[in-house]
């Protein structure tokens, strides 16, 4: 029997001032602090089982960057590397990086590396370098504090630059609620030692707010559910 399962989105888009201007600089600073990147290992084949599904944000997230020659842009989180690929291919004349914390992910990565295009090993919770474009298609999730890390990513946007996300919001949907009240039963209660992570994605309210606070220009803040047929509740599992 097949089941349906879904993936709520929240992307949001917004551009630095041509003047840009040291807005909320030490607040981003002192916050920043308190920002990381949660790690662990990925395995490229499992998470390609389900490409098609997790790519479907991303076309939509990209028909929000404004497309300009010769810019400098970075893609936080890109995983293996083939949607970077095509970011790359839509920027006329640009210099691509893409940065993810996975070994695995990157060593698949490197087929899909060309003049334009390349890949290093980084937290995107600690971005030093600025860009044209911040772009991040489901990846910040895995970052905490959102509060700060929004603020420190904006700041690290060129004048006139654009920072274009989508981050995941299924904290709340049925399977992710189930998996947290099974991991408070035994054994597994015991086995992960009682840790339960809060997921740190913000409501669509309070990230506008946030980017309004940076002192933003043309900003694009909404939420999309893509729901997806899978075949059993086994594979709602390979999903999650």
Same mark, same amino acid.
């Given at each position: 029997?097949?089941?349906?399962?879904?993936?709520?989105?929240?992307?949001?888009?917004?551009?630095?001032?041509?003047?840009?201007?040291?807005?909320?600089?030490?607040?981003?600073?002192?916050?920043?602090?308190?920002?990381?990147?949660?790690?662990?290992?990925?395995?490229?084949?499992?998470?390609?089982?389900?490409?098609?599904?997790?790519?479907?944000?991303?076309?939509?997230?990209?028909? +929000?960057?404004?497309?300009? @020659? /010769?810019?400098? %842009?970075?893609? *936080?989180?890109?995983?293996?590397?083939? #949607?970077?690929?095509? +970011?790359?291919?839509?920027? @006329? /004349?640009?210099? %691509?990086?893409? *940065?993810?914390?996975?070994?695995?992910? #990157?060593?698949?990565?490197?087929?899909?590396?060309?003049? /334009?295009?390349?890949?290093?090993?980084?937290?995107?919770?600690?971005?030093?370098?600025?860009?044209?474009?911040?772009?991040?298609?489901?990846?910040?999730?895995?970052?905490?504090?959102?509060?700060?890390?929004?603020?420190?990513?904006?700041?690290?946007?060129?004048?006139?630059?654009?920072?274009?996300?989508?981050?995941?919001?299924?904290?709340?949907?049925?399977?992710?609620?189930?998996?947290?009240?099974?991991?408070?039963?035994?054994?597994?209660?015991?086995?992960?030692?009682?840790?339960?992570?809060?997921?740190?994605?913000?409501?669509?309210?309070?990230?506008?707010?946030?980017?309004?606070?940076?002192?933003?220009?043309?900003?694009?803040?909404?939420?999309?559910?893509?729901?997806?047929?899978?075949?059993?509740?086994?594979?709602?599992?390979?999903?999650?």
């Amino acid at each position: 029997m097949s089941v349906i399962a879904s993936r709520r989105s929240c992307t949001l888009a917004a551009k630095q001032s041509p003047r840009k201007s040291e807005i909320a600089s030490g607040k981003n600073k002192s916050a920043l602090a308190m920002t990381k990147e949660t790690h662990m290992p990925w395995n490229p084949e499992q998470y390609h089982k389900f490409q098609s599904q997790r790519s479907a944000p991303f076309y939509d997230l990209l028909k +929000l960057v404004e497309i300009r @020659p /010769n810019l400098k %842009v970075v893609d *936080l989180g890109c995983g293996t590397g083939e #949607l970077t690929r095509e +970011l790359a291919d839509s920027l @006329p /004349n640009s210099n %691509v990086t893409g *940065l993810d914390s996975s070994p695995q992910m #990157l060593e698949k990565a490197t087929v899909h590396q060309s003049a /334009n295009l390349h890949f290093k090993r980084g937290d995107q919770a600690a971005l030093m370098e600025t860009y044209d474009i911040i772009f991040s298609n489901a990846a910040l999730q895995w970052s905490e504090n959102h509060e700060a890390l929004i603020p420190h990513l904006f700041s690290k946007l060129n004048a006139g630059g654009q920072i274009c996300v989508q981050v995941p919001s299924n904290h709340n949907h049925i399977s992710h609620l189930l998996i947290r009240e099974t991991a408070k039963e035994e054994p597994f209660r015991t086995i992960l030692n009682n840790f339960e992570r809060i997921a740190p994605v913000l409501s669509i309210d309070e990230y506008t707010r946030i980017l309004f606070e940076q002192g933003t220009e043309d900003i694009i803040v909404f939420e999309k559910v893509y729901p997806h047929v899978l075949e059993n509740s086994d594979a709602i599992i390979e999903w999650i």
